[in-house]
């Protein structure tokens, strides 16, 4: 009998497509570690707590970090908000975001905005608000027909946006019109997104890596006990 194999795969896309300079590197570097943001320099040295929270972004000019808030009960609403990296000071987006389940911002190449995901209506749409926690606007709603958008991350030129809703990849641009898509499949054959995948753009614009999970047929391999091995994946189209 054969068995099904998931893996999860890093994989790269070629875009073909023509992009601005990219934004010049962070000064710091931001991560998660047990329920709290960090930040350090890219070597590692400097290491100091930020804030609790998840989902780490520091913004270009690496002097604020944008990142989910973890309310505690039993609630677990989750909301965006933006911390200085100097002093540690946070301030969460409560009354500015009109939902209690927003998550993974991310900066825009020039620090101005942050997209998000966010909860409202039974579905997850994208959607922007300013460095200072203004200007609220939807940039794609989810459909009947697209239940869900994840995987969110910009253009270096600030321009577009890609994203994904499971079953193909897409760019679009600020007013949520769809410059371009791919089906997953044609990409990555036995390849599949989830809502947890990653995305990231190369600084150039024309390579985008993608946290793909894989499914490989195993002669030798239980169910049970799948091994998950990571590896990366360019592709041409």
């Not at 926690?133 to 958008?149: E, H, I, L, M, P």
């Amino acid at each position: 009998m054969i068995f099904c194999m998931i893996r999860t795969l890093l994989a790269t896309v070629v875009l073909l497509i023509h992009t601005g300079h990219a934004a010049e590197h962070a000064r710091m570097i931001a991560f998660e570690r047990s329920a709290a943001v960090w930040v350090a320099n890219p070597d590692g040295s400097g290491a100091k707590k930020i804030a609790a929270g998840a989902n780490p972004d520091i913004s270009p000019d690496g002097t604020k970090v944008a990142f989910t808030h973890l309310s505690g009960g039993a609630a677990g609403d989750r909301h965006i908000a933006v911390a200085d990296v100097a002093t540690g000071k946070a301030v969460i987006f409560k009354k500015e975001i009109p939902s209690n389940n927003s998550f993974r911002p991310v900066w825009s190449p020039d620090g101005a905005q942050i997209l998000f995901q966010i909860f409202t209506g039974d579905k997850w749409h994208l959607a922007l608000v300013n460095a200072d926690g203004g200007g609220f606007r939807y940039v794609k709603k989810a459909t009947a027909t697209n239940d869900s958008f994840w995987s969110s991350c910009w253009a270096p030129d600030g321009r577009s946006i890609y994203m994904q809703d499971l079953d193909n990849l897409h760019q679009i641009g600020l007013d949520g019109a769809e410059i371009k898509s791919w089906k997953l499949e044609s990409l990555i054959p036995k390849g599949s997104f989830s809502s947890a995948s990653r995305f990231a753009v190369s600084p150039d614009g024309h390579t985008l890596l993608m946290e793909v999970k894989m499914i490989s047929a195993s002669p030798d391999q239980q169910p049970s006990m799948p091994k998950r091995p990571f590896g990366v994946r360019r592709v041409s189209f």
